[in-house]
């Protein structure tokens, strides 16, 4: 989720100092710092960065009391590195710092990829003729993602192999716990209704944890993902619940919401629906892999749990963007939709 730098999350000038002279010595860069906050999402602050004529970017962990594993930039930059050369389209990893006197926390720094990115699922700046295409390069980057040797590419130990959805709920509902503002009687049916009946499958491979429409930079002019960014919450998965996150971010979000495509006429739009994506996904992948309405309840479970941190770092005066609390306040409708799916009502 790129970030807007605000507050707290601001490299200061003495920062931009420091980190001038360490880029240079560093990456032998040469010429003149320019530091520019990029606006949009909730998670680790974001900067355009450029020394002379290199352009890079520049992701942080935000200041602040954090909840446990969150906001690992460590893990972004590792397994950004770990993929460059295996199809899987990555912006190219320089370097990573987890010297706090530089900026103020840990770091990385990136190229910057040239590409058009996409604040809402619409794509509603892009041509109609390129959007059903471009949401099959979509599907195809993130069968590629699943498809990625674990082993060849370093990423054994990324993440434990099986049991993945049992301890991601178990986590999603600790920080539910440790978020929360108020109790919220759906979310407790809901979290029941998930462990009473996780799935027999179960698949291990890489998991991006947060793919969709405005995490991918496109082709400048075409109808392609070229990079694929914000690999925070990356580990070895449930390839289902990657599929699924992605499906609920376009079609159980609506579009004033968080740029979703509920409520949306998807054919006037030339936009695909939810089974024309999925069956995407499965031709890319080998058609081995079935989404199911629990794989959905769970991702929706999930990013309710996401949001209600977003509104208590909100709460908290440390957020990365400055609509944190109105974002936040989206939690209570993704329980209500899991809900729905789960037939909680």
Request: net charge negative.
């Given at each position: ?115 058009r990115i996409f604040g809402d699922s619409a794509m509603a700046s892009t041509a109609r003729e390129d959007r059903r295409e471009m949401y099959a390069s979509a599907a195809r980057v993130l069968a590629a ?181 109105r974002v936040g306040a989206l939690a209570p409708l993704f329980v209500q939709r899991g809900a729905r799916i789960a037939g909680l009502g």
């Amino acid at each position: 989720m790129l970030s807007q730098a605000a507050g707290a999350n601001a490299i200061s000038s003495s920062g931009e100092a420091r980190l001038e002279a360490y880029l240079k010595d560093e990456l032998g860069l040469d010429g003149e710092l320019s530091v520019q906050p990029v606006a949009g999402g909730q998670s680790n602050p974001t900067f355009f960065v450029t020394v002379g004529r290199r352009r890079l970017v520049l992701r942080k962990r935000p200041a602040g009391t954090l909840l446990p594993s969150a906001h690992a930039v460590d893990r972004e930059y590792c397994v950004q590195k770990a993929l460059a050369g295996t199809g899987v389209p990555v912006p190219t990893m320089l370097l990573y710092c987890d010297d706090p006197t530089i900026v103020g926390t840990s770091f990385y720094v990136m190229e910057r990829v040239e590409g058009r990115i996409f604040g809402d699922s619409a794509m509603a700046s892009t041509a109609r003729e390129d959007r059903r295409e471009m949401y099959a390069s979509a599907a195809r980057v993130l069968a590629a993602i699943h498809d990625v040797d674990i082993e060849a590419a370093g990423l054994s130990d990324f993440g434990k192999h099986g049991g993945f959805i049992q301890r991601q709920l178990k986590r999603w509902s600790q920080q539910w716990q440790l978020s929360k503002a108020t109790d919220d009687p759906a979310m407790e049916k809901l979290i029941a209704w998930l462990r009473e009946n996780i799935p027999a499958t179960d698949e291990t491979t890489l998991t991006h944890g947060d793919f969709r429409i405005g995490n991918l930079i496109y082709h400048p002019t075409e109808p392609r993902v070229i990079a694929v960014l914000d690999w925070e919450l990356s580990t070895l998965g449930d390839p289902l619940a990657d599929l699924a996150h992605s499906c609920a971010y376009s079609w159980h979000i609506k579009p004033d919401e968080y740029g979703g495509l509920l409520g949306v006429d998807l054919d006037a739009g030339g936009l695909p629906t939810l089974a024309e994506f999925v069956d995407e996904y499965r031709k890319a992948s080998g058609g081995r892999r079935e989404l199911t309405d629990y794989h959905l309840a769970f991702a929706l479970f999930r990013n309710a749990a996401i949001f209600e941190g977003i509104a208590a770092r909100a709460r908290q005066g440390n957020a990365s963007s400055a609509d944190a609390a109105r974002v936040g306040a989206l939690a209570p409708l993704f329980v209500q939709r899991g809900a729905r799916i789960a037939g909680l009502g």
